[in-house]
């Protein structure tokens, strides 16, 4: 495991800082600003009233937090949102409501995760030939049967 600091700014006072459930947890819980409702197949923005300075290098990701999802049936809409290193802007995130009932999200509670990973700076070269592999141009469900 590797530690840094992460300097984060609230925007706003009632704003919980990024906190992490036990010692060797991955992510960090991200809590809503303010208290809303979520109609059934509805995305809200959740303000979180906090900005981030993150390394360069590295990325934020925002996950979902399975509790949330598998009890409530909200989620990230974008799945997995992404928090680039020169984005200061507030962190949000895309609630959607995939349940047949409307949900409410409470002030505090935690909506995602934020984790912090290092990312490869890939740089796109246009080639007119790529190796071969065994598996080749196989698409889904190409590597096994049922």
Same mark, same amino acid.
């Given at each position: 495991? =590797?530690?840094?600091?992460?300097?984060?700014?609230?925007?706003?006072?009632?704003?919980?800082?990024?906190?992490?459930?036990?010692?060797?947890?991955?992510?960090?819980?991200?809590?809503?600003?303010?208290?809303?409702? =979520?109609?059934?197949?509805?995305?809200?923005?959740?303000?979180?009233?906090?900005?981030?300075? =993150? @390394? +360069?290098?590295?990325?934020?990701?925002?996950?979902?937090?399975?509790?949330?999802?598998?009890?409530?049936?909200?989620?990230?809409?974008?799945?997995?949102?992404?928090?680039?290193?020169?984005?200061?802007?507030?962190?949000?995130?895309?609630?959607?409501?995939?349940? +047949?009932? @409307?949900?409410?999200?409470?002030?505090?509670?935690?909506?995602?995760?934020?984790? =912090?990973?290092?990312?490869?700076?890939?740089?796109?070269?246009?080639? +007119?030939?790529?190796?071969?592999?065994?598996?080749?141009?196989?698409?889904?469900?190409?590597?096994?049967?049922?």
């Amino acid at each position: 495991m =590797i530690e840094m600091n992460i300097p984060v700014r609230k925007l706003d006072e009632r704003a919980r800082l990024p906190r992490r459930g036990s010692a060797a947890a991955a992510g960090a819980d991200l809590c809503a600003l303010d208290g809303t409702d =979520i109609a059934p197949g509805e995305t809200v923005m959740i303000h979180t009233g906090l900005a981030a300075e =993150i @390394p +360069d290098g590295y990325v934020g990701l925002l996950f979902a937090r399975s509790g949330l999802s598998t009890k409530s049936g909200l989620a990230p809409a974008n799945k997995v949102g992404v928090v680039d290193s020169d984005y200061r802007g507030e962190l949000m995130v895309a609630l959607h409501n995939h349940s +047949d009932q @409307p949900r409410t999200v409470a002030a505090g509670e935690r909506v995602a995760q934020l984790v =912090i990973m290092p990312y490869v700076a890939a740089v796109y070269v246009e080639t +007119d030939q790529l190796s071969e592999t065994e598996r080749g141009e196989g698409g889904y469900g190409s590597t096994g049967s049922m």
